[in-house]
């Protein structure tokens, strides 16, 4: 047998140890957690939320009905590029019936004006004759009294009468003869009265006859000038409804063809040939200009847009630039308006509009999977190292911390955290306190 010299042997167990040492320390390290770790940093965040929304008109002009009336024919459809003025349709007024009316009301007023002026001649032919014939009228013995103006009877009896010239004619002069009749009538009968002719029976009859005459007209004068004021009340009316007929006559003339009020889009025609609207109704709508607006929603703890801000909206056809103009709450989140300007945006396009924004780098942040969460809150696991019984060996210690906003990548720590050595961002293992580690990138933070 050779034997070996101690050169060879310990060579040997040289190797020996190497080999021990070696899987000693693979075995010891076998069931450690393995960790990826980092460290925390100053920063911002950096907001991202993807939303989707409809491109409509920012702005329209609208058409109504002036005037109630059917359509007649259609020139444009839903979605056709016009040009100022140019024939959108055209309405069917009733015009015959308007025209009627009017001919109708104006045939009023001339009955209701020849009313008035038969009216006033009566009441002229009435106020001549009181005024031509002059009564006189003392105090009597009869009935007893004071003197009393000629137009005052009662109580009264008439002692002298003077008719004066009597230049009337037609109805003025038939009752001024008749007035005039009844004073002779009267004035005999007191002559025979005071002759002794005559009773005093029939002397009061003549004068209640002269005075029952003399009101008689002095009621009609009253009637017929309460009549005059209220047949002029009914001439004024007639006259309104007169201008607005009139008016609904020229507003058929001016609107029976309905034009484009500006160049644009047909975006609504509720129009259509034979339907009949309603006075004020929407009749269409034009979309005008090349400013389109964009709603869509975000979440509700979404609060880092704001109006002024700028996003990115984008589809198959379009990459645009947009500036969000209103952020309003919903019933499910937020919704944001969005405004852009393009010659080539069509109304009902699509788009993805995504909203992107840095907050101010002045923060203390951690990536978010750095961070966990049990019972007593949320904490992070720091990285430390010391010496081991295989050297250097590397352990877990937890850091409580408070928690500010986040994005979809890192997180502000508000308070706990005060040093920036490394921490814990990724682990095939459940972890707790205290743990011996495998660090895979142990070199970042550590000189060997």
């Known amino acids: 047998m050779m034997k070996l010299n101690k050169k060879t042997a310990g060579a040997i167990i040289f190797a020996a140890l190497v080999l021990l040492l070696f899987f000693s ?34 702005e329209t002009e609208t058409m109504y009905a002036v005037r109630a009336g059917s359509v007649g024919r259609v020139h444009v459809r839903e979605g056709d590029r016009v040009e100022k003025n140019q024939i959108l349709f055209e309405m069917d007024f009733d015009l015959i019936a308007a025209e009627r009316r009017l001919a109708e009301t104006e045939n009023n007023i001339s009955k209701m004006e020849a009313d008035i002026r038969g009216l006033y001649s009566r009441l002229d032919n009435i106020n001549d004759a009181l005024a031509s014939v002059n009564f006189d009228f003392n105090a009597s013995p009869v009935t007893g009294g004071t003197a009393m103006s000629s137009r005052t009877l009662s109580n009264y009896t008439m002692v002298s009468i003077d008719t004066a010239e ?14 005039e009749k009844a004073a002779i009538i009267f004035r005999n009968t ?17 004068e209640n006859n002269l005075k029952a005459l003399f009101y008689k007209y002095e009621a009609e004068v009253n009637d017929l000038s309460h009549s005059i004021a209220l047949k002029q009340i009914d001439l004024e009316n007639l006259k309104l409804a007169r201008e607005s007929i009139r008016e609904i006559l020229r507003d058929y003339r001016n609107n029976r063809v309905v034009r484009a009020p500006s160049d ?34 975000v979440s509700l703890d979404n609060n880092f847009i704001s109006p002024g801000d700028t996003c990115e909206l984008s589809n198959a056809s379009h990459t645009l630039r947009g500036t969000v103009q209103r952020v309003r709450p ?24 995504a909203f992107d924004k840095n907050t101010a780098a002045s923060f203390t942040i951690v990536p978010n999977s750095a961070i966990n969460q049990d019972s007593d809150g949320y904490f992070i696991y720091q990285i430390k190292r010391r010496k081991g019984i295989m050297g250097d ?3 877990l210690e937890r850091v409580n911390v408070y928690l500010g906003d ?7 720590i508000v308070r706990g955290i005060t040093f920036f050595e490394p921490i814990v961002l990724i682990s095939n293992r459940a972890l707790s306190a205290g743990n011996v580690v495998t660090l895979l990138n142990a070199e970042e933070f550590f000189e060997n």
């Open 25 to 58: 320390k693979t075995i010891y390290t076998y069931n450690m957690p393995e960790v990826t770790g980092t460290r925390p940093k100053r920063g911002g965040l950096s907001k991202l939320e993807i939303s989707s929304g409809i491109a409509g008109w920012a």
């Open 166 to 179: 009597n230049n009337l004619s037609g109805q003025a002069g038939l009752i001024a003869l008749e007035l």
């Open 190 to 206: 007191q002559f025979a009265f005071e002759l002794g002719s005559q009773s005093r029976n029939d002397l009061l009859n003549a």
């Open 264 to 297: 644009g889009v047909v975006i609504s025609l509720p129009a259509e040939r034979g339907k009949f609207f309603q006075e004020n109704a929407l009749l269409a709508s034009i979309g005008v200009g090349r400013e389109f607006i964009v709603e869509c929603q």
């Open 330 to 353: 919903s019933a499910h989140g937020k919704i944001v308006t969005v405004a852009i300007a393009s010659d080539e945006v069509t109304d009902g396009e699509t788009f993805t509009v």
């Open 393 to 395: 060996e590397y352990y």
């Open 406 to 412: 986040s994005d979809h990548q890192n997180t502000i």
